[in-house]
């Protein structure tokens, strides 16, 4: 049919934006369908590091439009943050970057590339049929792929309609909060403030400007994560991590943190499920930028070989396997007990390297 594209992609996020960068790399047609006219107030800890930025500069993508800047070193807290320390080693960087900017320079940057790019309209019905997928479109259009990535977040209605979560049933995921504030400008930094109760609070403060953002994630009840988030910002004030005054409004929203490797599978027919809507969200750190677009990346090199290949199912399921390959360490939660962990690390200058580098590069502890 000629007017089908190759790829159609739900979602003009990092995940849905990457994918079709490198599918336009690959010679392929693409179509983005983005729900939101604008891009203001994603819930995101706001820092990706080395291989994220790597992967930014291999898909073309310069950090200055991208609304990145660099950050080198970090500082570990206890929970109380009385006590700190300072991990500089040569691999311990990365980037802050404002969601907003971020978006829509990947949006625009996949447009650029060839992607055709719908933004303000949403997808109401998901046909997936045996040679095509055919997508009803709010506003009545309707429009064709040969195959279909679904990245259109947690609560993804397509990946109900493809039998890749439970239909009318949310996972049960994380909790996070956050909260912005104004301070007097800075450098960019991040700083990780570990808890050590088996519950595996983490809470990280990312800097850059004149912004500063505190975000607190646990596997714990979200009454918990209530609990724990005012003793947490009193104490970063008091420790002059952040500034007095009245508290800026605190959010919380669910975040798939180690979902993927929870679901059955990330395939269906014709379709592939990529970034938040597939759980590609590291379960320790809560980074969530990479991850969705080195899924976006792979799933686009897999779309590619099946779109020649005598029977494309075949192709489409290789994904588990990509992905697995890529990226599971760096999904996973460490493979040891926080709360054993904690008291030693700041003891002992090679564990703080070693959960900097869990943290940064999803490396074992």
């Given at each position: 049919?000629?007017?089908?594209?190759?790829?159609?992609?739900?979602?003009?996020?990092p995940?849905g934006?990457?994918?079709?960068?490198?599918?336009?790399?690959?010679?392929?047609s693409?179509?983005?369908?983005?729900?939101?006219?604008?891009?203001?107030?994603?819930a995101?800890?706001?820092?990706?590091g080395?291989?994220?930025?790597?992967?930014c500069?291999?898909l073309?993508l310069?950090p200055?439009?991208?609304?990145?800047?660099?950050?080198?070193?970090?500082?570990?807290?206890?929970?109380?943050?009385?006590?700190?320390v300072?991990?500089?080693?040569?691999?311990?960087?990365?980037?802050?970057?404002?969601?907003?900017?971020?978006?829509?320079?990947?949006f625009?940057?996949?447009?650029?590339?060839?992607?055709?790019?719908?933004?303000?309209?949403?997808?109401?019905?998901?046909?997936l049929?045996?040679s095509?997928?055919r997508?009803?479109?709010?506003?009545?259009?309707?429009?064709?792929?040969r195959?279909?990535?679904?990245a259109d977040?947690?609560?993804?209605?397509?990946?109900?309609?493809?039998?890749?979560t439970?239909?009318g049933?949310?996972p049960?995921?994380p909790?996070?909060?956050?909260a912005?504030?104004?301070?007097?400008?800075?450098?960019?930094?991040l700083?990780?403030v570990?808890?050590?109760?088996?519950?595996?609070?983490?809470?990280?403060v990312t800097?850059k400007?004149?912004?500063?953002?505190?975000s607190?994630?646990?596997?714990?009840?979200?009454?918990?994560?209530?609990?724990?988030?005012?003793p947490?910002?009193?104490?970063?004030?008091?420790?002059?991590?952040?500034?007095?005054?009245?508290?800026?409004?605190?959010?919380?929203?669910?975040?798939p943190?180690?979902?993927?490797?929870?679901l059955?599978?990330?395939?269906?027919?014709r379709?592939?499920?990529?970034?938040?809507a597939?759980?590609f969200?590291?379960?320790?750190?809560?980074e969530?930028?990479?991850?969705?677009m080195?899924?976006g990346?792979?799933?686009?090199d897999?779309?590619a070989?099946?779109?020649?290949?005598?029977?494309?199912?075949?192709?489409?399921?290789?994904?588990?396997?990509?992905?697995?390959?890529?990226?599971?360490?760096?999904?996973?939660?460490?493979?040891?007990?926080?709360s054993?962990?904690?008291p030693?690390?700041?003891?002992?200058?090679q564990?703080?390297?070693?959960?900097?580098?869990?943290?940064?590069?999803?490396?074992?502890?």
């Open positions: 049919m000629s007017d089908a594209a190759d790829v159609l992609v739900l979602g003009g996020g995940a934006c990457a994918a079709a960068l490198r599918a336009c790399a690959l010679g392929l693409v179509q983005i369908i983005e729900r939101r006219a604008t891009r203001g107030g994603r995101c800890n706001g820092w990706i080395p291989a994220g930025a790597g992967l500069e291999s073309g310069d200055a439009r991208i609304g990145a800047e660099r950050f080198a070193g970090l500082r570990l807290h206890t929970w109380d943050i009385r006590r700190h300072d991990v500089s080693e040569p691999d311990i960087w990365g980037w802050v970057v404002d969601r907003t900017a971020f978006d829509d320079a990947l625009q940057a996949a447009r650029q590339a060839g992607a055709v790019g719908l933004a303000g309209v949403a997808a109401e019905q998901v046909t049929g045996e095509l997928v997508l009803r479109l709010g506003d009545g259009r309707e429009v064709v792929g195959t279909l990535l679904l977040g947690l609560h993804s209605y397509a990946a109900g309609a493809a039998n890749l439970p239909a049933r949310a049960r995921v909790q996070c909060l956050y912005e504030f104004e301070v007097p400008a800075s450098a960019a930094g700083e990780i570990i808890g050590s109760n088996r519950a595996g609070l983490i809470a990280t800097r400007g004149t912004r500063a953002r505190l607190l994630l646990t596997r714990g009840a979200q009454a918990e994560l209530r609990a724990a988030f005012q947490l910002l009193a104490a970063a004030r008091q420790a002059g991590l952040l500034p007095p005054g009245p508290t800026p409004e605190i959010q919380a929203h669910p975040s943190a180690g979902l993927a490797l929870d059955d599978t990330h395939v269906g027919k379709c592939l499920l990529l970034g938040d597939g759980g969200v590291s379960a320790f750190s809560n969530g930028i990479y991850p969705a080195m899924s990346v792979l799933a686009a897999v779309v070989r099946a779109l020649k290949a005598p029977v494309p199912q075949d192709e489409l399921a290789s994904f588990g396997v990509e992905w697995r390959t890529r990226l599971a360490d760096y999904l996973r939660m460490p493979n040891t007990d926080l054993l962990l904690v030693l690390v700041f003891n002992n200058p564990m703080c390297l070693r959960v900097a580098r869990a943290f940064l590069h999803g490396q074992a502890f």
